[in-house]
């Protein structure tokens, strides 16, 4: 496929080979979550070519690692990129191409942070996605959802009454041409499923239940149907793909799990036996704690709207309780920020402190990050560890990231490599 590739394939000898480069003497997080080292790192050509003690260099560039601390590059499951505000009036007052420019620096600061891959949970559409694997922007790999789907006035409705203007969750007035986010029937589920494939989405975004930052809906409440989601997960799986759902709990989640869905997202109201459930199917659990801490937080200096308030202090008890349900249960972790504010854009790798102080050992907090991510995404033959054959996608720190806690701080990730390159310059490079 030539014409595909622009003739520059790989193989093209006019395409001049870059020497590798070995990290010497570096402490990897391995596969185990648990880190392992010091080793000898090779890359090349934008692969892992090497991993072990004494690696030969074969004309290689050395850079000398003692002390520095690697993971693989976080895959961040549930970020929203072309989202930097939540506040209507000012999300309709942006001109369309500064919030393509926030999305593009939103992507910059996300890759910067260490998250090479990401899945992006409803807003990014085809087009960023081409454009950063153009080069148009610095950012993360990304898999997209488009929209979120859900009922009409549920969770992604923001309609505004006032003016009878559909909004998406977003805030967004929904571009003519793309695909509709309101489903009130399982036709309704067929045809909005299938305009989301043409627009280019891997995955399908539903919401399942209500919300807690919102004014009508409960997180407990059911919003879709267990018919409705089976006919989501049946039209995604047509075309290989799959669906990742918005569920507190209660019987909305129990229809995401009928339906067989590959995610729960948030979860937080999840029960044992749903985790074990979970457990037993291989849905993973997206638990995004750093921005429930932030709203309970919110809630608890009264920086909330009353409606919201309530919602959110009453599931401020889970925060402690659903991760070690789901531990206990065996159920797969999965990291996901849930970035949705400019000032979240970059701060990702907080969620693998959150996941942390939620009860998570620590060794699956950074399995979470890496190698679980990529499970989910169905990514993990070449990325989510450190290992001969995987793509060279590293995020570097110059201290032991075992205690999960320092991921807190902004300035913890010290050098990012994206396929191979420098995006983060480490000091010692
Ligand atoms: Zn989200």
Request: proline share 5%; with cysteine.
């Amino acid at each position: 496929m030539r014409a595909a590739d622009g003739g520059m394939s790989r193989h093209d000898p006019t395409v001049t080979a870059t020497p590798p480069v070995v990290l010497r003497d570096l402490h990897v997080v391995g596969r185990t979550g648990h880190v392992d080292g010091p080793v000898d790192v090779r890359l090349q050509e934008g692969r892992i070519t090497a991993v072990g003690p004494r690696v030969a260099g074969d004309g290689s560039r050395d850079v000398d690692m003692a002390g520095v601390f690697a993971m693989a590059g976080v895959v961040d499951c549930h970020t929203h990129l072309a989202v930097s505000s939540t506040d209507v009036v000012e999300i309709l007052a942006t001109p369309a191409s500064v919030r393509t420019l926030q999305a593009a620096d939103a992507a910059r600061r996300t890759v910067r942070a260490g998250v090479t891959f990401a899945r992006d949970a409803g807003g990014a559409d085809a087009g960023l996605r081409a454009g950063l694997v153009r080069g148009l922007a610095e950012g993360p790999s990304l898999q997209i959802s488009v929209v979120m789907i859900s009922r009409t006035g549920g969770h992604a409705d923001g309609h505004l009454p006032e003016l009878d203007l559909e909004l998406a969750a977003d805030g967004r007035i929904p571009p003519p041409g793309g695909p509709g986010h309101l489903v009130d029937s399982v036709d309704d589920v067929r045809r909005v499923v299938r305009q989301v494939l043409r627009a280019g989405g891997e995955w399908i975004k539903l919401c399942a239940t209500g919300e807690i930052a919102s004014d009508f809906d409960d997180p407990l409440a059911p919003e879709l149907s267990e018919a409705e989601l089976s006919t989501a997960v049946v039209e995604a799986a047509v075309r290989g793909r799959r669906v990742m759902v918005h569920a507190y709990g209660g019987e909305g989640l129990d229809n995401a799990l009928a339906a067989g869905v590959a995610s729960i997202e948030h979860g937080t109201l999840l029960t044992e036996r749903q985790a074990r459930r979970m457990a037993r199917q291989g849905t993973f659990l997206v638990p995004t704690m750093s921005v429930l801490e932030g709203a309970v937080q919110s809630a608890r200096e009264g920086q909330m709207p009353d409606s919201h308030r309530a919602k959110t202090l009453a599931i401020a008890p889970r925060l402690a309780e659903v991760l070690p349900i789901a531990s206990s249960a065996g159920v797969a972790v999965a990291l996901g920020s849930d970035a949705a504010e400019h000032s979240a854009h970059g701060r990702n790798l907080a969620e693998i402190a959150a996941l942390r102080r939620g009860g998570l050992p620590a060794h699956d907090c950074l399995r979470a990050a890496t190698i679980e991510g990529a499970r989910l995404l169905g990514i993990d033959d070449t990325r989510g560890a450190i290992e001969p054959g995987m793509i060279a996608d590293l995020a570097l720190l110059d201290e032991d990231p075992s205690d999960c806690l320092c991921f807190d701080r902004d300035d913890v990730v010290t050098g990012v490599i994206q396929n191979g390159r420098w995006v983060v310059r480490h000091p010692r490079a």
